[in-house]
């Protein structure tokens, strides 16, 4: 018992302290909060070794994370590994279908694992996701984050691209957006699955500003073409923040303007491991 009450005292203080470690950012640069990691982007160091790639994930200085599954590991167990290694879970992936067919299940999972968000990245689609789809999704998205509400817990969608096809006078992701309550869904913005369909980050920041609450920060290598609506890219086009062809200045000061609450790093590609530094450091240092 006694040591329940100290792991809950130390639970509790983690995440009741905000973070001001050794990456924090806006030392030299603009940026000023603190950037997370989604931890999809450690995903084959985690199939081999959960523990040690926590540590790994430690040692970059990181203390918020955003989840994409649990490794096989109990809600409980992971959330007890998270916090033995000073990571505070914000936000996690859950599939579409969980959301359609057991969104209760989806929020008893989530505070088990602590978190603020859950969320859907990934819509199933035919070939070319049509408007009878984005509608499905409207309705599931519009009950699922009515019942998280219930729970205390925000539900949210991320981009990935497909979503822009052309309906109407915009696109079929504005009709997403506009037909999804504002009080129930919040979006996460990928901007590499912005660029990559053709759009306009800092654009889409400023005309939908307060629905944006999450973004993940991800570059796209130079050289490869935009308009693509297929949602897919070879994992190797992700690079090191500021050697791609994003704006980031751009982004992240509308970025900012939007009121986004939370930046995760996201970077799929193999040299993930070696490249998360380095994104670090260009955001300390970024400007504007």
């Keep these: 018992m006694k040591m329940n009450t100290i792991r809950t005292f130390k639970t509790l203080m983690l995440l009741a302290v905000p973070f001001v470690g050794p990456v924090a950012v806006g030392e030299a640069g603009s940026f000023k909060a603190d950037p997370g990691l989604q931890l999809y982007s450690l995903r084959a160091d985690f199939k081999k070794d959960v523990p040690g ?5 430690q040692g970059y200085g990181i203390r918020l994370v955003e989840l994409a599954g649990t490794y096989d590991l109990a809600p409980g167990k992971f959330n007890e590994m998270l916090v033995a290694h000073g990571l505070r879970p914000v936000s996690g992936h859950f599939p579409y279908e969980r959301f359609r067919d057991d969104a209760e299940g989806v929020a008893r999972e989530a505070k088990v694992l602590g978190l603020e968000y859950a969320g859907c990245a990934w819509i199933p689609h035919s070939a070319q ?11 599931v998205f519009n009950r699922a984050g009515a019942v998280l509400a219930k729970h205390g817990l925000k539900f949210f969608y991320h981009n990935h691209g497909y979503e822009f096809q052309p309906h109407g006078q915009g696109t079929l992701f504005d009709l997403l957006v506009q037909e999804t309550r504002p009080e129930h869904v919040r979006y996460e913005m990928d901007v590499f699955w912005i660029v990559h369909p053709g759009q306009d980050p ?28 297929t949602g897919k890219s070879d994992v190797s086009n992700d690079v090191t923040l500021g050697t791609g062809q994003m704006n980031w200045p751009a982004i992240l000061k509308a970025a900012e303007q939007a009121g986004v609450k939370y930046y995760f790093i996201e970077d799929e590609s193999p040299t993930a491991a070696q490249q998360i530094p380095q994104s670090l450091k260009f955001l300390k240092q970024v400007k504007w």
């Design 53 to 57: 790639t926590l540590k790994k994930v």
């Design 129 to 139: 996701f049509d408007e009878k789809e984005c509608r499905s999704a409207i309705e």
């Design 202 to 229: 800092a654009k889409l920041l400023a005309k939908y500003g307060k629905r944006w609450e999450l973004m993940h920060v991800k570059d796209m290598k130079k050289g490869v073409k935009t308009g693509d609506l």
